[in-house]
């Protein structure tokens, strides 16, 4: 039987990720590209189609449809991206048809954390699960609901953006919202902690930083004990909301960040009432770094079994 393979395209503000992966979640080929400052679609799709081309003639493979993780709100029955707050020119694009059109491929659309929750669901922590969570937290903060085994898009494809959740009626903004989650533990206050605890040019990457938690470096704890605190002020609402049995957590700020994870939990129970963490789990994310891109493919897999 011939293996079927999907290209999943992960594009987020930081980087932007391409691979291969089969019907089975083995990823072939993948490869990241940082995204375009200017983060116009025709930057971003000038190095999306370089790493595809490269991909497709270093594998001689014939991929049979994309799926993409678009960056911010999505609108599936419409096909657009509704709004994208670190690309701000993307306000009703239609993604979709124009990565389809420009590849010749059917091509499948998903919110970038949705499709993470997607992958993770299909071959990764969430598998067997029916009610849970999954929250990725890099340069912003996203999310993916899940219930009774299904995706929970919304009224109009809208849900799931946890990186909103309201801490505080003031504060630090993202995306023009005062006082929510993704202004707290985002990518840019994330850099702006490091400046401050870190002032002699060297500037410790999230994955320098989760090294140096492991290692039992002080200041890289302050900051991911920091971390850990404002995400569990959020979940707790998540929590008494939905009532999930697991909280899945990816992205790059916490890929591996054991130290970060556990505070997490810690902070969460004792946040949350008992009577909804007494059987919760919080679970990191299998997929890994390419985690956006088995995501992508399995947004292309899923309406297509």
């Given at each position: 039987?011939?293996?079927?393979?999907?290209?999943?395209?992960?594009?987020?503000?930081?980087?932007?990720?391409?691979?291969?992966?089969?019907?089975?979640?083995?990823?072939?080929?993948?490869?990241?590209?940082?995204?375009?400052?200017?983060?116009?679609?025709?930057?971003?799709?000038?190095?999306?189609?370089?790493?595809?081309?490269?991909?497709?003639?270093?594998?001689?493979?014939?991929?049979?449809?994309?799926?993409?993780?678009?960056?911010?709100?999505?609108?599936?029955?419409?096909?657009?991206?509704?709004?994208?707050?670190?690309?701000?020119?993307?306000?009703?694009?239609?993604?979709?048809?124009?990565?389809?059109e420009r590849f010749n491929l059917p091509a499948e659309m998903e919110n970038?954390?949705?499709?993470?929750?997607?992958?993770?669901?299909?071959?990764?922590?969430?598998?067997?699960?029916?009610?849970?969570?999954?929250?990725?937290?890099?340069?912003?903060?996203?999310?993916?609901?899940?219930?009774?085994?299904?995706?929970?898009?919304?009224?109009?494809?809208?849900?799931?953006?946890?990186?909103?959740?309201?801490?505080?009626?003031?504060?630090?903004?993202?995306?023009?919202?005062?006082?929510?989650?993704?202004?707290?533990?985002?990518?840019?206050?994330?850099?702006?902690?490091?400046?401050?605890?870190?002032?002699?040019?060297?500037?410790?990457?999230?994955?320098?930083?989760?090294?140096?938690?492991?290692?039992?470096?002080?200041?890289?704890?302050?900051?991911?004990?920091?971390?850990?605190?404002?995400?569990?002020?959020?979940?707790?609402?998540?929590?008494?909301?939905?009532?999930?049995?697991?909280?899945?957590?990816?992205?790059?700020?916490?890929?591996?960040?054991?130290?970060?994870?556990?505070?997490?939990?810690?902070?969460?129970?004792?946040?949350?009432?008992?009577?909804?963490?007494?059987?919760?789990?919080?679970?990191p994310g299998k997929l890994g770094y390419f985690?956006?891109?088995?995501?992508?493919?399995?947004?292309?897999?899923?309406?297509?079994?």
């Amino acid at each position: 039987m011939k293996t079927r393979i999907a290209l999943g395209i992960d594009i987020g503000g930081t980087n932007t990720k391409v691979g291969l992966v089969t019907h089975e979640g083995e990823s072939i080929a993948r490869e990241t590209v940082k995204t375009p400052k200017s983060r116009t679609l025709e930057d971003v799709m000038r190095v999306v189609t370089e790493v595809k081309e490269d991909l497709l003639s270093r594998h001689n493979v014939t991929p049979e449809g994309i799926g993409i993780g678009a960056p911010g709100v999505v609108d599936i029955d419409r096909e657009i991206v509704v709004e994208a707050p670190n690309f701000p020119t993307w306000t009703g694009l239609p993604l979709r048809r124009i990565i389809s059109e420009r590849f010749n491929l059917p091509a499948e659309m998903e919110n970038d954390v949705n499709a993470f929750g997607l992958g993770e669901h299909l071959w990764g922590a969430a598998q067997g699960l029916h009610n849970f969570v999954a929250v990725a937290v890099g340069t912003g903060v996203g999310g993916a609901i899940f219930i009774d085994g299904s995706l929970y898009r919304g009224s109009h494809g809208a849900a799931g953006e946890m990186g909103f959740t309201i801490l505080s009626p003031d504060g630090p903004q993202a995306g023009g919202t005062v006082g929510v989650l993704e202004a707290y533990i985002g990518r840019r206050s994330f850099d702006e902690e490091v400046c401050k605890l870190f002032p002699t040019g060297e500037f410790p990457t999230p994955r320098k930083i989760t090294q140096l938690a492991a290692e039992g470096e002080e200041r890289a704890r302050f900051i991911q004990s920091k971390i850990a605190g404002y995400l569990a002020e959020a979940a707790a609402t998540w929590v008494h909301l939905l009532n999930p049995e697991a909280i899945v957590i990816g992205g790059g700020t916490t890929a591996g960040a054991d130290y970060l994870l556990a505070e997490f939990e810690r902070k969460l129970r004792d946040r949350a009432r008992a009577s909804h963490t007494r059987h919760l789990q919080v679970l990191p994310g299998k997929l890994g770094y390419f985690a956006g891109v088995l995501g992508a493919a399995a947004a292309w897999f899923s309406p297509h079994e």
